[in-house]
């Protein structure tokens, strides 16, 4: 299950397939050292977006 509590590290490694996503929403967080250690929550935050709605398409991408 995804939560706003999982890295991004966390994320990729666990659901590789959600790179594509996190490149729509111009999130290139797993290409910054800084941002690893980042969770969602505070991901979107930076970015603007709203987290559960990012959670919502990451489950739908996971989820088939």
């Not at 969602?40 to 959670?55: N, Q, R």
Request: glycine fraction near 4%; aromatic fraction near 8%; hydrophobic fraction near 40%.
């Amino acid at each position: 299950m995804i939560s706003k509590d999982l890295t991004i590290r966390q994320l990729i490694t666990q659901y590789p397939q959600t790179l594509s996503l996190l490149m729509h929403f111009e999130m290139a967080c797993f290409g910054c050292p800084s941002a690893q250690d980042e969770t969602l929550e505070e991901a979107c935050y930076v970015h603007g977006y709203d987290v559960d709605e990012l959670i919502d398409q990451l489950e739908v991408v996971t989820n088939g």
